[in-house]
């Protein structure tokens, strides 16, 4: 079974600067891929960045992008220019493509932007 | 296009109740996962229907069960409900059961009393 761990329970961050969210996971499968969903107020879960485990070079979405580093299994997201909108809870997942496409999601981490 | 829609928005049971859950997929998708979110937790996923059979479960007891209609729609039903029942209870709908993006509904909001 595969496991998603996100230790960090809540981050703080200044309007513009940079936040590193931490996650990691288990799993001995070679092929899957991996997420961070935003989580606003409003609940709806948003799909920020996805990576493929069997693409070396890591995504990026813009003010969004990963460091992926499949051998330590770590899939931190960093988020450039912090905006107040970021505020959220984010979710870090994991998903094996031959099972049917569930997902499996870390605890989340409650990141507030502050002006 | 309208995307993922659930209802109702929110929900209050009393324990021992049933309770059904509603899901219109994104146009276009075939697919709908139903997942639990506890307060402060990431979601559990329960289970996945696709062409109206369930594809895959996740460790909930068989007080949870699902339909999904030819037109793709699913229905989240829980029995005897239970104290622990009490979550958010999101859909996200897909095309296929590949690597396709997961579309998550806003929820739905149940609290057992």
């Known amino acids: 079974a595969q496991t998603v761990t996100q230790s960090q329970p809540e981050m703080s961050v200044q309007e513009a600067e940079t936040v590193t969210l931490s996650c990691t996971y288990d799993?001995?499968?070679?092929?899957?891929?991996l997420f961070w969903y935003k989580q606003p107020p409003s609940r709806q879960m948003i799909l920020v960045i996805r990576?493929?485990?069997?693409?070396?070079q890591n995504a990026t979405e813009n003010r969004f992008s990963v460091n992926f580093q499949k051998a330590a299994k770590s899939f931190s997201l960093k988020i450039s220019d912090s905006q107040l909108g970021d505020t959220a809870m984010y979710f870090c997942?994991?998903?094996?493509?031959?099972?049917?496409?569930?997902?499996?999601f870390g605890k989340g981490i409650t990141l507030s932007v502050r002006p | 296009d309208a995307g993922v829609t659930q209802s109702p928005t929110h929900l209050i049971k009393t324990r021992g109740q049933q309770v059904t859950l509603r899901c219109s997929p994104k146009?276009?998708?075939?697919?709908v996962s139903w997942y639990q979110q506890a307060l402060g937790q990431g979601p559990q996923f329960i289970f996945q229907?696709?062409?109206?059979?369930?594809?895959q479960r996740g460790n909930f007891p068989d007080r949870f069960s699902g339909h999904q209609f030819p037109n793709y729609s699913s229905e989240l039903n829980v029995n005897a409900l239970l104290l622990g029942d009490s979550a958010l209870y999101l859909c996200?709908?897909?095309?296929?059961?590949?690597?396709?993006?997961?579309?998550f509904g806003p929820g739905t909001r149940l609290t057992v009393l």
């Open positions: 229907y696709y062409e109206e059979e369930e594809r």
């Open positions: 997942a994991f998903m094996n493509p031959s099972a049917n496409s569930k997902l499996t």
């Open positions: 996200a709908s897909s095309l296929g059961t590949g690597d396709n993006e997961q579309f």
């Open positions: 990576q493929e485990a069997y693409k070396q």
């Open positions: 146009s276009g998708h075939d697919t």
């Open positions: 799993t001995s499968e070679s092929n899957y891929y």
